[in-house]
């Protein structure tokens, strides 16, 4: 029953991107107040979003925290996912379910123990400590997608390389890690996007500066319902498509996601 | 030690909990050999050859390697080659950089690499490929880029475990007699591990054969397929007759007498109870005793008959036990039901030992 299936498969796409479409179609209206289907058709609402100080500053916090924290957590899920499955450690499996933790601990409590940590250290207000809290609650995505990686590679190959005349370093660098680059790369990604999106924690711990674009619109949400907001999520959505976009002509995401 | 001495390994042993992977085990090697290690599944052939390798380490024993001990030299430095059975390739890197790689480590110039990368790949065969990606690769071309790989380095040491094993029948043959050719023409002294008793015939000068991480015979593909010394050995290359019994002094030597009656003179000074082994083309078939002449001659029943172009192969029946025979005699046949007699020349009767 081919019709039965296509219907299925427009309903399934329909529920996933509708409220994308409706959003997006509302960022054209040239009502004063968002509405849905718009009334006439203007794109003056962009300019104004773009321009404004709230979307650009939020744009700027979001992409130095998401940055941030993909760029500490190569290191750490790395080291963190390979050292776990390769190297005889003490008390493994303690460090493996507290690895886990992040996602049991619900983000708002997160939220508010990193608050008190970076209110005793002077961390509040600075958007670094935004990332870190980025990477620290997503890490289990990056820990995961190498530990997939690091499960899948032929334990052999580090051993071939070594009997080649590769010392350990240098067999880490120029075998394991190159082995391990599609985890690396698909787990970057996540946690790029998850911490561009992320909104819970970030809202307990950002200040009027630091303010990230998910806090900002939903700071300027509660005030107005400019079009402009619609603008604004119309460009956030196109933000994540082309970061989707961009790392897949990069690194060939087709070959990494299988 | 030898001047052509390359691998001398010296009572090696290796226990994983109450499991003996190597049980004492001493092996030499001579310069340009291709010696083959022909053992059942857990036998401690890939243990042997990874202590070699330097990624298992020996509980005693001594490893040298043209005369250096190398039990404490780390696996980058010990200039040994090594092709896993999962070959092990690099998947980020093509052909050419998977051969180039232990000529980079070395640090060797540029067209130099070039140079060794191109005589071997044409060696073995793969000139033309060397943009290719891994994926992009036959099974046997693999093989290939795997050896090629080891042997570019010029290692003290070929070791192969199992490498054809992931391969169908069919390639599997062609790479044995393609890895014999390369060896002959690069003269590497080659170790192979297989527990394909045909392939370790094809490929060895020489063959171990280990069990239970012991060596128990030690010999060329003849001698091993032709002198089992041990019931272990004879079954495993696949003696077509081997026969429980008991041995004892008589006047002209010794006489085995065969659980299922059969008569046999041997040319060893062997007594009590025991096996022996015969070929099935050492079996002699008469139709009346005294052809036998001096020789014990036992009466059989010829069960089944197989003419297989130049020659005969039968089943005959002694008292209930199967004996197969190959006659070459094609002239004389006997029928399926006939009662005729059977006999075996000393030298070719062979006693096992447990
Ligand atoms: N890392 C290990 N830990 C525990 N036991 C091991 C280990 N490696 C090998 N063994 C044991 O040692 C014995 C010899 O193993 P080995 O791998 O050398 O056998 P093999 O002859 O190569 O067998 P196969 O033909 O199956 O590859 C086996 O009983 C095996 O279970
Ligand atoms: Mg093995």
């Known amino acids: 029953m081919p019709w039965l299936r296509r219907i299925l498969i427009a309903g399934i796409v329909a529920l996933f991107i509708l409220p994308n479409i409706i959003i997006v179609t509302a960022s054209f209206t040239e009502s004063e107040v968002i509405t849905f289907p718009p009334r006439g058709l203007t794109l003056k609402w962009y300019p104004e979003a773009l321009t404004s100080d709230w979307f650009l500053k939020g744009l700027v916090n979001s992409l130095i925290a998401a940055g941030f924290c993909t760029l500490l957590s190569i290191p750490v899920g790395v080291f963190a996912a390979y050292a776990l499955l390769r190297m005889r450690i003490r008390f493994r499996d303690i460090i493996q379910v507290y690895l886990l933790l992040p996602f049991t601990v619900p983000l708002i409590v997160q939220g508010v123990s990193l608050l008190f940590v970076y209110a005793r250290t002077?961390?509040?207000?600075?958007?670094?400590?935004?990332?870190?809290?980025?990477?620290?609650?997503?890490?289990?995505?990056?820990?995961?997608?190498?530990?997939?990686?690091?499960?899948?590679?032929?334990?052999?190959?580090?051993?071939?390389?070594?009997?080649?005349?590769?010392?350990?370093?240098?067999?880490?660098?120029?075998?394991?890690?190159?082995?391990?680059?599609?985890?690396?790369?698909?787990?970057?990604?996540l946690m790029f996007i998850l911490g561009l999106n992320e909104f819970i924690t970030s809202l307990i711990l950002v200040t009027i500066d630091t303010q990230t674009l998910p806090v900002a619109l939903y700071t300027k949400i509660r005030t107005t319902i400019s079009p402009s907001i619609a603008a604004a999520s119309t460009v956030y959505i196109l933000l994540a498509l082309v970061t989707i976009y961009v790392l897949d002509k990069v690194v060939g995401l087709k070959n990494y996601l299988r | 030690m030898g001047e052509g001495r390359v691998l001398e390994v010296r009572n090696l042993v290796k226990r994983y909990g109450r499991v003996v992977a190597l049980d004492n085990v001493s092996l030499s090697m001579d310069k340009g050999e291709f010696v083959v290690v022909l053992g059942p599944s857990g036998s401690g052939k890939s243990t042997l050859l990874m202590s070699i390798a330097g990624f298992v380490k020996p509980d005693s024993g001594d490893i040298y390697l043209n005369g250096v001990r190398i039990n404490?030299?780390?696996?980058?430095?010990?200039?040994?080659?090594?092709?896993?059975?999962?070959?092990?390739?690099?998947?980020?890197?093509?052909?050419?950089?998977?051969?180039?790689?232990?000529?980079?480590?070395?640090?060797?110039?540029?067209?130099?690499?070039?140079?060794?990368?191109?005589?071997?790949?044409?060696?073995?065969?793969?000139?033309?490929?060397?943009?290719?990606?891994?994926?992009?690769?036959?099974?046997?071309?693999?093989?290939?880029?795997?050896?090629?790989?080891?042997?570019?380095?010029?290692?003290?040491?070929?070791?192969?475990?199992?490498?054809?094993?992931?391969?169908?029948?069919?390639?599997?043959?062609?790479?044995?007699?393609?890895?014999?050719?390369?060896?002959?023409?690069?003269?590497?002294?080659?170790?192979?591990?297989?527990?394909?008793?045909?392939?370790?015939?094809?490929?060895?000068?020489?063959?171990?054969?280990?069990r239970d991480g012991r060596i128990e015979q030690v010999g060329t593909p003849e001698e091993i397929y032709s002198r089992p010394r041990t019931l272990f050995v004879a079954e495993f290359m696949g003696t077509s007759n081997i026969l429980k019994g008991t041995s004892r002094a008589e006047a002209g030597g010794t006489l085995f007498t065969a659980e299922c009656g059969l008569k046999l003179r041997l040319d060893e000074e062997v007594r009590g109870d025991g096996y022996v082994a015969i070929k099935a083309e050492h079996i002699r078939i008469h139709r009346v005793p005294e052809e036998a002449g001096s020789l014990p001659a036992t009466q059989a029943k010829v069960l089944r008959r197989f003419f297989e172009g130049d020659h005969i192969r039968y089943e005959l029946d002694v008292n209930g036990t199967l004996i197969k025979a190959i006659d070459r005699e094609v002239r004389r046949v006997f029928k399926a039901g006939e009662t005729v007699y059977i006999s075996c020349l000393p030298e070719n009767v062979r006693w096992l030992k447990e």
């Open chain 2, 72 to 210: 404490d030299v780390p696996p980058y430095r010990r200039n040994v080659g090594v092709v896993f059975q999962s070959l092990a390739l690099f998947p980020h890197m093509t052909v050419y950089d998977n051969i180039a790689f232990p000529l980079k480590i070395r640090k060797m110039p540029k067209e130099e690499i070039k140079r060794r990368v191109e005589r071997i790949l044409e060696i073995v065969k793969l000139s033309g490929l060397e943009r290719r990606r891994i994926d992009q690769l036959s099974g046997g071309q693999r093989q290939r880029v795997a050896i090629a790989r080891t042997l570019v380095f010029e290692p003290s040491i070929l070791l192969l475990d199992e490498p054809l094993g992931a391969l169908d029948r069919k390639l599997r043959e062609e790479m044995q007699v393609e890895i014999r050719k390369i060896h002959e023409r690069v003269g590497a002294t080659t170790l192979l591990v297989t527990h394909d008793q045909q392939e370790a015939m094809t490929m060895a000068d020489r063959i171990v054969v280990m």
């Open chain 1, 122 to 189: 002077g961390l509040v207000g600075n958007i670094l400590g935004v990332g870190f809290a980025l990477m620290e609650i997503n890490i289990p995505f990056m820990i995961w997608s190498v530990t997939s990686a690091v499960n899948a590679m032929d334990p052999n190959l580090e051993n071939a390389s070594k009997s080649l005349g590769a010392e350990e370093i240098q067999t880490f660098l120029y075998v394991t890690l190159p082995s391990l680059m599609p985890g690396v790369l698909s787990g970057a990604l």
